[in-house]
């Protein structure tokens, strides 16, 4: 399959940095793409950044510095469920004896932004939205504000993150201020910054041509499946039991080994060890500043998704 397709697309990336490399070396030998599940969310934040920056904080800085924290975003217990307890309430703190004061915003939060920012720079508004004086209270009190940034609605994604970004750049004139972008989970870290690693570039980087190209639209892993440039779907997805999407194309499915086909099984599935269960690995943290390792913690006879790459590699040398 992976020898006739003339354009492979290699999806979910929902595992770890062995599993990244695993998709990597695919697309490099057969000349396919690289996208993640999550793939819109990351190339908007690596769109953003690529444009104007932004001010960051890591995980231990806010543990140990931050006094006052914003959440805007939904499902951050989902998503990362231990934050509440390593980040907000740790009674180990280097630089501040007290923990954070906790603001949440949800996601229907842009306004409430704006007209924030706007009176804090002392720029007339055109109504006030309740809340924005106890926030401005809380924000001019504070010493260390950080943003924390989870899962936010498509349409308005962009706008918060970037009046965000506005925000701390404004505070950072007088005093600190920072963001911490956790992104939207299931290892979308890991997987933009294993394939950056092993391409150059991150998630939807094409090699057809034979050498690596980006491009954040072209390249949607959803876009190439839609107008039939992609004729295979190779989803590697280790760490979760949900299925791929069903699609027209041909379907390789390197995955859990107790995952679900709820609307029929793919073309081939090939059962792959568990991160931190079945073997060992490693996964980027949500800061993206350092590695996390996964200790195997049971024997088992299944492959790693890379072992079974690079079979098929030897197997069928590069073909683009």
């Keep these: 399959m992976l020898a006739n397709a003339s354009h492979p697309l290699i999806d979910g990336l929902i595992g ?6 695993a998709a990597a070396r695919l697309a490099e030998n057969f000349g396919g793409t690289i996208d993640h599940l999550h793939g819109n969310a990351i190339a908007r934040n690596l769109r953003i950044y690529q444009q104007g920056g932004w001010l960051i904080s890591s995980m231990g800085e806010v543990r140990n510095r931050a006094d006052l924290v914003i959440l805007v975003g939904e499902e951050l217990e989902a998503t ?4 509440q307890e390593k ?3 740790s009674p180990e703190r280097l630089h501040a004896s007290a923990p954070p004061a906790i603001h949440q915003l949800g996601h229907d939060c842009l306004d409430l932004l704006s007209v924030v920012r706007a009176r804090l720079a002392d720029k007339p508004v055109q109504s006030d939205i309740t809340g924005s004086d106890e926030l401005i209270t809380q924000l001019s009190a504070s010493v260390y504000p950080v943003f924390v940034i989870g899962c936010l609605p498509e349409q308005s994604a962009e706008l918060i993150i970037r009046t965000c970004i506005g925000l701390v750049r404004d505070i950072n004139e007088t ?11 299931e290892g ?6 294993g394939t950056t690693w092993n391409n150059g570039f ?6 057809a041509r034979g050498f690596p190209e980006q491009d954040l639209e072209m390249h949607a892993g959803s876009r190439l499946l839609e107008s039939g440039e992609a004729d295979l779907l190779v989803w590697i997805s280790s760490l979760s039991t949900s299925p791929p999407p069903q699609v027209r194309q041909s379907t390789l499915v390197f995955g859990h080994p107790a995952m679900v086909f709820t609307h ?3 073309d081939i599935f090939l059962p792959v060890g568990v991160p931190g269960i079945q073997r060992a690995g490693y996964l980027h943290r949500a800061d993206g500043l350092r590695m996390v390792p996964l200790h195997k913690l049971v024997d088992s006879t299944l492959p ?6 690079e079979h098929l590699i030897s197997q069928e040398p590069r073909t683009c």
């Excluded at 770890?16 to 490399?21: G, S, Y």
């Excluded at 991150?202 to 090699?207: E, L, N, P």
């Design 188 to 193: 979308d870290t890991t997987a933009q910054l």
């Design 202 to 207: 991150g998630i939807r980087t094409s090699h």
């Design 80 to 83: 990362h469920p231990r934050l």
């Design 16 to 21: 770890d940095l062995l599993d990244c490399k």
């Design 264 to 266: 029929g099984p793919p």
């Design 175 to 185: 005093r600190r201020a920072a963001l911490l972008i956790l992104g939207s989970g």
């Design 304 to 309: 790693g998704s890379i072992t079974l790459c």
């Design 87 to 89: 980040l907000f309430e």
